[in-house]
């Protein structure tokens, strides 16, 4: 994952609400969002290379995601994926402060992450990069790209006026179930390729030219771009989880609305 915007604590109806964008290599393997056929109460999209996944949520009333870390243009040798920090969170009962916990003497086994866990009234994040980290997430509007958590990168600071615009509108209180067109605004954002101005850039050592066709929400590419948009929106009575899904060139795929019951 290359973006992540989340509100926590900030709306009545939903205590989480997350947007996000997946940017990967359009070739590598991928299912579409649905419940993993080897757990049936793990709902998201499925990294059918590595095992693993961006984004996950779980009828247990469970949640991770991750975005990776962006630093140079050497390939990372790490032998663990990711992905894999999110499906052991869903599938697991550790709390979310005691597994990001847990993860300090492994941490750098695992490609350069940003995570977030959440279950019940925690949210936790955790980072390998530049060293290992971690904190109870604060209440608020937050957000996480390619480098660190709240960094006031052009994409992370749309996405969290988005995600902060739809919350204060009367689509927040719509029915999200029986009618996704009020999810509109928030992939719309998702969805915006405007490169960011060249002095708002942040610098992450991959040269100018890369740093602009990366600054968008939305990466639009042949070979690699964004793969996914997803919107969570954790309420009281379950978790909506919508997903749009792109191909090269930004192609539209199809999309997917499920809500999942939490015990």
């Not at 969002?33 to 779980?58: E, T």
């Not at 029915?175 to 969805?191: E, G, I, K, N, R």
């Amino acid at each position: 994952m290359c973006l992540i915007a989340l509100a926590w604590q900030v709306h009545p109806r939903y205590r989480l609400a997350l947007i996000a964008n997946r940017d990967e290599l359009h070739a590598r393997p991928t299912a579409a969002a649905g419940f993993d056929p080897d757990a049936s109460d793990v709902y998201g999209g499925r990294d059918l290379q590595a095992g693993g996944s961006w984004l996950q949520a779980c009828t247990r009333g469970r949640l991770a995601a991750v975005t990776n870390v962006r630093a140079g243009l050497a390939a990372e040798q790490s032998p663990r994926s990711r992905g894999a920090l999110v499906r052991e969170f869903v599938r697991g009962d550790l709390d979310a402060a005691a597994y990001v916990s847990a993860l300090q003497p492994t941490a750098q086994d695992y490609g350069r992450f940003n995570l977030i866990a959440w279950q019940g009234e925690a949210l936790a994040f955790a980072s390998n990069h530049p060293a290992f980290a971690m904190h109870a997430v604060a209440p608020g509007v937050h957000a996480m790209s390619n480098g660190a958590f709240d960094a006031p990168w052009p994409k992370s600071s749309l996405a969290t006026r988005a995600l902060t615009a739809w919350l204060a509108s009367p689509a927040a209180e719509a029915d999200v179930a029986h009618d996704a067109v009020v999810l509109t605004p928030l992939f719309a954002a998702l969805a915006d390729t405007t490169p960011a101005a060249d002095a708002a850039l942040p610098d992450t050592g991959v040269g100018l030219e890369l740093e602009r066709a990366l600054s968008p929400p939305f990466v639009r590419g042949e070979r690699y771009g964004t793969r996914c948009s997803g919107v969570v929106l954790v309420g009281g009575d379950g978790i909506v989880f919508a997903e749009r899904r792109y191909g090269p060139d930004a192609a539209f795929l199809g999309e997917t609305l499920a809500t999942l019951p939490t015990g």
